[in-house]
């Protein structure tokens, strides 16, 4: 393409005037040429493109001056170059120019009121009215600037990143930022960049780097590393991200986060855009159009303005709670990223927008730490709960610090608030009139006492009802149902609870699915995989607001009476099916519906009628109890449903022999003794053969563990032929396998037989989770016969099956007899190790040390002979480190692999100490800070700041900035930095 242009003294140009000519070589190899002159500037499409080349003249452009194909390469060269060094230093669009040896008055000016201004040097203030050019029309000498005009070291002090010299207008009206200006006869150009696009928020007049409407941040972000990570990726490969959550959950925060990070990748810039207060849907493109600067005036419809005036812009635009204008906003966003290929939407919103193309990432709660162990006060700080609710009480509380004895209450503050930010800087607010201890303790009723929130907020923010109110009031009135009755479950429900327990009035059976489907896709429930099961959640904070809805609708009895009925009939299925090929299964549903069972349990003791149901139930739980830990709990249930239900029926005297077995486990003999009195005399009383089947079996076990071994072998044989009677096989393989365990302990030849008769009963059956008790017996029988080579594989195939079915009393027992077969071996430190971690799985099963009184014996032999070899310090320190490690870590240890050490720290060093600078570096990464906003706060150039990141990432070895955050926030403590020991910080080299 070309375009004419006259040569000074010709038509076209102003007479005395000299003409400034300029010739384009685009991408595509066309050519055309420019004429600038002073009063007039004539833009052409091609400076748009940004591989131009261009070459300014004063010559007679009366053929096209062609650029030379070696002028042409260096002007790409140029480009490339210059490209390099924009994206580094100051983020702005690339503009490849390249003059040649003729003067230019001007670059580009700036469109005010659809009209050019009058051109002047660039750098002349607005108010300079000195010559442009001498009388003969020559420019000025570059000895001598004209008045009003700044010398070259004065432009180019206004290049610097940081330039802000008032009355100075520096912008064009290229939409690069860039501009090259030849002055005088040097024939290198001076290139001013403008570092004040992202300040420019006014409305979108041609694309501009940093451009757009971010509201600033007044608190400080706080963790969140991951999540931006994961949005960010998201927005790279599709065109709509929705980010989802309960309300008071940070989407709103998350999202600007997020678009101020990536409005760096948009010419356009990232707009943000409050749906909040809008309540009509109608509005929603006219209230775009406002947020974009745009007034819309014209007579055309406020869609089809913003439509039009997208269409090809490169922009980010962040559409902020579009919960209560779903449908509208769902058909606004469609039209919009079918019209502006350019276009991306961030969504945030307690539902998704359910269109094509969406991706949605839900935003989780903030992490806590565990209420009941919680790490010291230094390392809670990792925990973005904790994290936050200290910086907020150090906002309203300036001296507040988290010591020790805030540890605890501070841990259950945040677990109890499921760590939602906006419940977490509720209570946070609180401090100036509650410690933590007391916050703890009125957190009952959360709802009152988290009503007072900024001022300034929207409403649904400023107390932590007003946030669950506007999710129930998105709710149908089917949904407020289910939300109201689903509140009955804690930690969480599969579907066939969910329809036992919601199905009656107002909800039939058939629309439970529905129902929960859709209070997962407004945020009210979660959907997780558990070990294979898929489960429903809903935070507590959640639940109490559901709760109180049932306790106002007056169903909470008749409820929670069908949550009780449905675990009560899940236990007994479990109890009749144990023995088989589903028990592994059923261990784990079990264990998983730990917390329902306990609610249950509790609803049938606090009612007076329905204390038979609890007995029941709490009998049922007696095999997977053993396994599964919490003996002492067990028996609680166990204590007071006996206590409360006196009535003479077999279920009681099965109550009895399981509170028995349990008592007999934990050392309790005495009470043992009382309830095998009172078994064996209701069991004669009922005549039940089942009952008195059991109460022969108790017998039997009592001796067993009182050191009476034959009269536990005449007993139990007792037993086992009464149990076979009954039909009743788990009954029956319990009473053999005790049998085959006093034959072991008495040295009898049948011990091995017996114990092979009871390993091929669960290989008939596929009960795998009971097949690791046979393989420990013939372990320990292997070990007493002094044959340790043999004991250790099957004790080894025992623990690995008793991790799988997560069987702690058998993992423990495993793990015991290995370290004495160890020990025997001659590896004293492994020995002492697994010493350690069979104490602490002893103690998450609810047994301090093996029960049986000769077993107590190998134990202490074990130990005297391990400290003689090693020594006080080093036994202690190998029994130390194997009661840090996790079962899954004590089971790779035994089957010798290492230990994976029981902390998230990596432990490699940098191979140099960072310096202090590189340490504030980090600081300020952990808190989410762009090299821009790091530059500032240091006082560096954004370049500076990028070099320092590059360094630290090789120092570090890591892939990612946000992988430096994250251990930042894992190794630092307010008010003290990234922790270091001698200069040096403890990152990972794992990558």
């Not at 003999?669 to 069991?683: I, N, P, Y």
């Not at 091995?752 to 393989?775: F, G, I, K, T, V």
Request: proline letters at 6%.
């Amino acid at each position: 393409m070309s375009h004419a242009a006259a040569a000074p003294g010709r038509p076209g140009s102003p007479a005395g005037r000299p003409g400034v000519f300029g010739s384009c070589t685009r991408q595509d190899n066309r050519t055309c040429t420019h004429a600038f002159s002073e009063d007039a500037v004539h833009r052409c499409a091609c400076f748009v493109g940004r591989r131009t080349a261009v070459r300014f003249s004063s010559t007679d452009p009366s053929g096209i001056v062609t650029p030379t194909p070696t002028a042409t390469g260096g002007a790409q060269s140029a480009l490339v170059a210059e490209r390099q060094r924009s994206r580094r230093e100051a983020g702005v669009r690339e503009c490849g120019m390249r003059s040649l040896r003729e003067p230019v008055a001007l670059a580009f000016l700036r469109p005010e009121g659809g009209r050019h201004e009058r051109s002047r040097q660039l750098g002349e203030p607005r108010s300079a009215a000195g010559p442009r050019h001498t009388p003969d029309g020559d420019p000025p000498p570059r000895s001598q600037a004209p008045s009003g005009q700044l010398p070259r070291k004065a432009l180019r002090r206004l290049a610097a990143p940081r330039t802000s010299a008032p009355g100075w207008d520096l912008r064009g009206a290229h939409p690069c930022p860039t501009a090259v200006v030849q002055l005088g006869t040097r024939r290198k150009p001076i290139v001013i960049t403008s570092s004040r696009q992202e300040d420019r928020t006014g409305p979108m007049t041609g694309p501009r780097r940093d451009a757009g409407r971010i509201p600033a941040e007044v608190t400080t972000f706080v963790g969140r590393q991951h999540e931006m990570s994961q949005a960010r990726t998201l927005l790279t490969r599709s065109r709509l991200l929705t980010l989802t959550g309960a309300g008071g959950i940070g989407k709103t925060r998350l999202a600007l986060r997020v678009a101020r990070d990536v409005r760096r990748s948009f010419p356009d810039g990232a707009w943000v855009v409050d749906l909040g207060p809008v309540e009509d849907g109608a509005l929603l493109a006219q209230t775009v159009l406002a947020a974009l600067g745009l007034d819309h005036s014209s007579a055309l419809p406020a869609l089809t303005v913003l439509v039009d005036h997208l269409a090809d812009k490169q922009l980010l635009l962040v559409l902020d709670n579009c919960e209560h204008l779903l449908n509208a906003s769902a058909v606004l966003v469609r039209m919009l990223l079918a019209a502006a290929p350019g276009l991306k939407v961030l969504v945030t919103s307690r539902q998704s927008l359910g269109i094509d193309a969406e991706s949605l990432l839900t935003v989780p709660p903030l992490s806590t730490p565990d209420p009941d162990r919680p790490p010291p006060p230094k390392a809670m700080m990792r925990y973005a709960a904790v994290q936050l609710f200290v910086e907020r009480a150090s906002a309203v509380l300036g001296d507040f610090t988290l010591g020790e004895d805030d540890r605890l209450a501070v841990a259950g503050i945040c677990h109890r608030l499921d760590g939602i930010p906006l419940a977490i800087e509720l209570a946070a607010a609180r401090v100036r009139v509650l410690c933590p201890q007391q916050l703890l303790t009125v957190l009952d009723d959360r709802f009152a006492l988290l009503d007072q929130g900024s001022r300034a907020a929207p409403a649904r923010q400023q107390t932590l009802r007003a946030a669950i109110d506007c999710s129930f009031d998105l709710c149908t009135p089917q949904e407020q149902w289910g939300w109201a009755r689903l509140s009955v479950f804690c930690g969480g429900f599969d579907l066939e609870a969910a329809e036992a327990v919601c199905a009656g009035e107002e909800l039939a059976r058939e629309q439970v699915l529905g129902v929960i489907a859709e209070l997962v896709d407004k945020s009210v429930l979660t959907m997780e995989s558990r070990r294979g099961l898929g489960r429903y959640r809903m935070l507590e904070t959640i639940r109490e607001y559901g709760r109180d809805l049932l306790r106002l609708g007056g169903e909470e009895t008749a409820v929670r009476r069908r949550h009780r009925d449905h675990y009560r009939a899940l236990a007994a299925r479990a109890e009749a099916d144990w023995f088989s090929a589903r028990q592994e299964n059923w261990s784990t549903r079990l264990y998983l519906e730990r917390t329902n069972i306990r609610a249950a349990l509790e609803f049938c003791l606090s009612t007076p009628h329905d204390v038979g149901a609890g007995l029941a139930l709490a009998t049922s739980l007696w095999g997977n109890a053993l396994g599964a830990g919490n003996l002492d709990e067990q028996r609680r249930w166990l204590g007071q449903a006996l206590a409360r239900d006196t009535e003479p029926t077999p279920a009681r005297v099965r109550a009895l022999w399981a509170d028995g077995w349990l008592a007999l486990l934990l050392g309790d003999f005495s009470t043992a003794k009382a309830r095998l009195d009172a078994c064996q005399d209701l069991a004669e009383r009922l005549g039940d053969a089942e009952s008195l089947a059991h109460a022969v079996q108790f017998a039997g076990l009592t001796a067993l563990f009182g050191g009476d071994f034959p009269a536990a072998v005449r007993l139990l044989e007792e037993a086992y032929d009464r149990h076979r009677a009954t039909a009743d096989l788990w009954a029956e393989w319990t009473a053999l396998f005790l049998l085959a365990l006093v034959y072991c302990l008495t040295d009898n030849p049948r011990a091995s037989a017996m114990a092979e008769q009871c390993l091929a009963l669960c290989d008939a059956h596929d009960a795998r989770w009971s097949r690791s008790y046979p393989l420990w017996l013939l372990g320990l029988q292997h070990w007493l016969g002094g044959d340790a080579q043999r004991a250790i594989p099957l004790l080894q195939d025992g623990l690995r099956i008793a991790r799988s079915g997560r069987n702690l009393l058998c993992a423990a027992q495993c793990l015991e007899v290995l370290a004495w077969a160890t020990a025997k071996d001659g590896c004293g430190e492994q020995a002492a190790a697994l010493l350690g971690a069979a104490q602490t799985t002893w103690q998450s099963a609810g047994i301090a040390l093996p029960g049986l009184g000769r077993l107590l014996h190998y134990h202490s032999e074990c130990e005297a002979r391990l400290r003689a070899s090693l020594g006080d310090t080093a036994y202690a320190a190998a029994v130390k480190m194997g009661t840090e490690l996790t079962l899954d870590e004590a089971t790779d240890y035994a089957l010798g692999e290492p230990p994976t050490p029981p902390t998230t720290l990596r432990p490699a060093h940098p191979p140099m100490p960072l310096t202090r600078r590189q340490r504030q570096v980090i600081e300020l990464l952990a808190q989410g800070l762009t090299d821009k906003q790091i530059a500032g706060k240091l006082v560096l150039s954004p370049r500076t700041v990028e070099g320092h990141v590059y360094r630290l990432l090789a120092v570090l070895g890591f892939d990612s900035r946000t992988q430096i955050a994250t251990w930042a926030v894992e190794n630092s403590t307010p008010g003290h930095g990234v922790h270091h020991e001698s200069g040096s910080v403890r990152p990972g080299a794992a990558r």
